[in-house]
């Protein structure tokens, strides 16, 4: 399986944003953005040519960092986004907000999707009963999610038990912390997906 092995904290500095991709770390004194707030590399602080392509695809590569995504599957992801009703740019975040990693990241067990990603791949999470392994599983309305009985008397899943309501979990769904449980109401809306990215730029870079 294809994945990145860097340094997360590199993919921040280079979109000069914080992608929250080390959990508690980004918001500490800790965080390499806050002492080297420019992209890595010996060019680093050198100055580059804003072009309306960089840009695109500077926002794209966000958009796909954050959410742990490789470009083939990113790029299949907006395919899909673009074969359906509505939005293009809407309907990619809803296609991402819904894999099953980062619900349980919104949900609060993990401290990052990739820990989340862990947990799914590990098999600490069910989804109407049953176990699913596969981090980029898409929930449904009305879909049960939750830690394994047998998980949760893990370090890590304790530990998130003692913080859940720290981060305010998203609208469209609904964390019950007694039972590590999460509801999925509805797919979620535009105006409620707080990931902070340009959506309309990756459309235009993909409609090139």
């Not at 500490?28 to 580059?48: D, I, K, N, V, W």
């Not at 954050?66 to 299949?76: A, D």
């Not at 008397?153 to 999460?182: D, H, K, N």
């Amino acid at each position: 399986m294809a994945r990145y092995t860097g340094a997360d904290c590199k993919r921040c500095r280079r979109e000069k944003t914080k992608l929250f991709l080390k959990g508690s770390k980004c918001d500490s004194p800790r965080c390499p953005l806050e002492s080297r707030p420019y992209p890595p590399g010996q060019h680093g602080r050198a100055r580059t040519k804003e072009s309306e392509y960089l840009l695109q695809k500077r926002e794209k590569q966000k958009c796909a960092r954050i959410y742990g995504v490789l470009e083939k599957q990113f790029r299949g992801y907006y395919e899909e986004a673009q074969r359906k009703q509505g939005k293009t740019g809407e309907n990619l975040l809803r296609i991402l907000e819904t894999r099953l990693d980062n619900v349980v990241y919104r949900a609060g067990f993990a401290k990052s999707r990739d820990m989340a990603r862990q947990f799914v791949r590990h098999g600490h999470i069910t989804v109407n009963g049953h176990k699913v392994d596969i981090p980029s599983y898409r929930v449904s309305p009305n879909d049960i999610v939750e830690v394994r009985q047998a998980s949760r008397e893990l370090t890590p899943f304790v530990v998130a038990y003692a913080e859940l309501g720290s981060r305010p979990a998203p609208a469209w769904i609904e964390v019950i912390p007694s039972r590590m449980r999460v509801l999925v109401h509805s797919l979620p809306e535009r105006s409620v997906i707080d990931t902070q990215v340009q959506e309309q730029l990756i459309v235009e870079l993909y409609s090139k």
